[in-house]
């Protein structure tokens, strides 16, 4: 497989300009993505909220283009939150999930009028009421997480619904229902509604249905609050190599919430509002990377391993759980076709990034793409031995743009502190 353009600017050129490894993304592909979902859920009548889960890719330029496409965001950490402001995403737009905020992510949240916290374990509880007692006359609206116990189909470590997760109060053993009545013990606490989110990579309605329906047959068990909002987390799936068909994300999300209203019709139940946070699905298919091939190995009768410039430093999915991708060829070439594991140059056997795919012979200097690589890459990056963090680069309209800039070997250990330093206290 081969290719010479990425959103319509030639790869060799991207390549020159601002080096290898390099963090692609079409950034017309990520709005009209946006603008596929917006119209879908519009078109069901239903009142619905949206917001991109930074998890996936956040940088500045995510956080703006995600205001630009009228979103909202949902944020996990003081990082990404900081990185909103310094973005000035307009507060009341976002929402701060994960299962152990700080007392000073709390107060940042707080501080910078987030519109709606989730809380997610019985400490946070007493922890969002101690921050808000520094700010007299406000109230915050909240959003209990549950763990519906619905097993969604997909890699074990990104499940998050069932009963044994790290994630929410449980909706089988009563936590639930105590953490209902513990949040309106508190006047400075507005439960308005519950979330969920049961996994990610997922493909099909059946696991959000399974979970809502499990929901509605417990709520008349839980005490009485107004359940104006039903967050449905996100979770949906993208294709990564060619065997793998490409989801419908506009017949997925409809299917989704004409199930959920099914679903509350026949349980005599009004639909709430419904908000989403889809990260993977918006981001993933528009994302690839661009590597230089280094040394190609070649083992008799057993295969034929290629480096590349990068690895599990920029891309740890493949090694933390089996994710698969594939690779085209940069150029034209008519050089005969052979099968190579492409691998990184990390000091780990698991630095691998393709088990197996068919491409023109390779020599030191071709350059490879990995496509469908947006989310969660990036965004997982590490320093693991010392390599710099990719460059990142927006396209749009034939343009390029520097969004992110590569890492210096400075930027590295610009934290690093000498052994041996004049003390200036002592511990």
Same mark, same amino acid.
């Given at each position: 497989?081969?290719?010479?353009?990425?959103?319509?600017?030639?790869?060799?050129?991207?390549?020159?300009?601002?080096?290898?490894?390099?963090?692609?993304?079409?950034?017309?592909?990520?709005?009209?993505?946006?603008?596929?979902?917006?119209?879908?859920?519009?078109?069901?009548?239903?009142?619905?909220?949206?917001?991109?889960?930074?998890?996936?890719?956040?940088?500045?330029?995510?956080?703006?283009?995600?205001?630009?496409? =009228? $979103?909202?965001? +949902?944020?996990?950490?003081?990082?990404?939150?900081?990185?909103?402001? @310094?973005?000035? *995403? &307009? #507060?009341?737009?976002?929402?701060?999930?994960?299962?152990?905020?700080?007392?000073?992510?709390?107060?940042?949240?707080?501080?910078?009028?987030?519109? =709606? $916290?989730?809380? +997610?374990?019985?400490?946070?509880?007493?922890?969002?009421?101690?921050? @808000?007692?520094? *700010? &007299? #006359?406000?109230?915050?609206?909240?959003?209990?997480?549950?763990?519906?116990?619905?097993?969604?189909?997909?890699?074990?470590?990104?499940?998050?619904?069932?009963?044994?997760?790290?994630?929410?109060?449980?909706?089988?053993?009563?936590?639930?229902?105590?953490?209902?009545?513990?949040?309106?013990?508190?006047?400075?606490?507005?439960?308005?509604?519950?979330?969920?989110?049961?996994?990610?990579?997922?493909?099909?309605?059946?696991?959000?249905?399974?979970?809502?329906?499990?929901?509605?047959?417990?709520?008349?068990?839980?005490?009485?609050?107004?359940?104006?909002?039903?967050?449905?987390?996100?979770?949906?799936?993208?294709?990564?190599?060619?065997?793998?068909?490409?989801?419908?994300?506009?017949?997925?999300?409809?299917?989704?919430?004409?199930?959920?209203?099914?679903?509350?019709?026949?349980?005599?139940?009004?639909?709430?509002?419904?908000?989403?946070?889809?990260?993977?699905?918006?981001?993933?298919?528009?994302?690839?990377?661009?590597?230089?091939?280094?040394?190609?190995?070649?083992?008799?009768?057993?295969?034929?391993?290629?480096?590349?410039?990068?690895?599990?430093?920029?891309?740890?999915?493949?090694?933390?759980?089996?994710?698969?991708?594939?690779?085209?060829?940069?150029?034209?070439?008519?050089?005969?076709?052979?099968?190579?594991?492409?691998?990184?140059?990390?000091?780990?056997?698991?630095?691998?990034?393709?088990?197996?795919?068919?491409?023109?012979?390779?020599?030191?200097?071709?350059?490879?793409?990995?496509?469908?690589?947006?989310?969660?890459?990036?965004?997982?990056?590490?320093?693991?031995?010392?390599?710099?963090?990719?460059?990142?680069?927006?396209?749009?309209?034939?343009?390029?743009?520097?969004?992110?800039?590569?890492?210096?070997?400075?930027?590295?250990?610009?934290?690093?502190?000498?052994?041996?330093?004049?003390?200036?206290?002592?511990?």
């Amino acid at each position: 497989m081969q290719k010479t353009h990425f959103a319509g600017v030639p790869l060799e050129a991207l390549a020159d300009t601002y080096g290898t490894p390099l963090m692609l993304y079409d950034e017309e592909m990520i709005r009209q993505r946006i603008q596929t979902i917006h119209d879908v859920l519009r078109s069901t009548g239903v009142p619905y909220h949206l917001s991109y889960a930074c998890k996936a890719f956040c940088t500045r330029a995510m956080v703006e283009l995600a205001a630009e496409a =009228h $979103i909202g965001l +949902d944020v996990v950490s003081g990082g990404e939150l900081y990185t909103a402001m @310094l973005a000035n *995403f &307009p #507060g009341e737009a976002i929402h701060f999930n994960g299962n152990n905020k700080s007392l000073s992510e709390l107060v940042l949240a707080v501080e910078y009028g987030v519109g =709606h $916290i989730i809380i +997610d374990q019985f400490l946070e509880i007493h922890h969002l009421v101690q921050v @808000l007692q520094q *700010f &007299p #006359g406000r109230r915050q609206k909240v959003l209990l997480r549950i763990t519906p116990g619905v097993h969604a189909d997909t890699h074990h470590y990104i499940q998050t619904g069932q009963e044994d997760s790290k994630f929410g109060f449980d909706l089988e053993s009563g936590q639930v229902h105590r953490a209902i009545e513990a949040v309106l013990s508190f006047p400075q606490l507005e439960l308005v509604g519950l979330h969920m989110h049961i996994g990610s990579q997922i493909t099909s309605a059946d696991g959000y249905l399974a979970a809502v329906k499990r929901l509605l047959e417990r709520m008349p068990t839980l005490p009485s609050f107004s359940f104006n909002i039903l967050n449905l987390g996100g979770g949906m799936g993208i294709a990564h190599t060619p065997d793998e068909a490409e989801p419908d994300l506009g017949l997925l999300f409809r299917t989704i919430v004409e199930g959920v209203v099914h679903l509350f019709d026949t349980f005599g139940r009004d639909v709430p509002e419904l908000w989403f946070e889809p990260g993977r699905s918006i981001v993933g298919p528009a994302g690839a990377t661009l590597y230089t091939v280094g040394a190609v190995k070649d083992v008799p009768g057993i295969r034929t391993f290629a480096a590349v410039d990068g690895g599990m430093s920029d891309n740890i999915r493949p090694a933390l759980y089996g994710a698969r991708y594939t690779a085209f060829f940069v150029g034209q070439t008519h050089r005969p076709s052979k099968h190579y594991t492409i691998v990184g140059k990390l000091c780990e056997s698991g630095d691998v990034l393709i088990a197996d795919v068919e491409l023109p012979e390779l020599q030191d200097g071709d350059r490879l793409l990995i496509p469908a690589t947006g989310a969660y890459t990036y965004a997982m990056a590490s320093h693991y031995n010392r390599i710099p963090r990719p460059a990142v680069v927006f396209i749009r309209d034939g343009e390029a743009r520097l969004v992110v800039r590569r890492e210096t070997y400075e930027d590295v250990a610009r934290l690093d502190l000498p052994l041996h330093r004049p003390l200036h206290s002592k511990l």
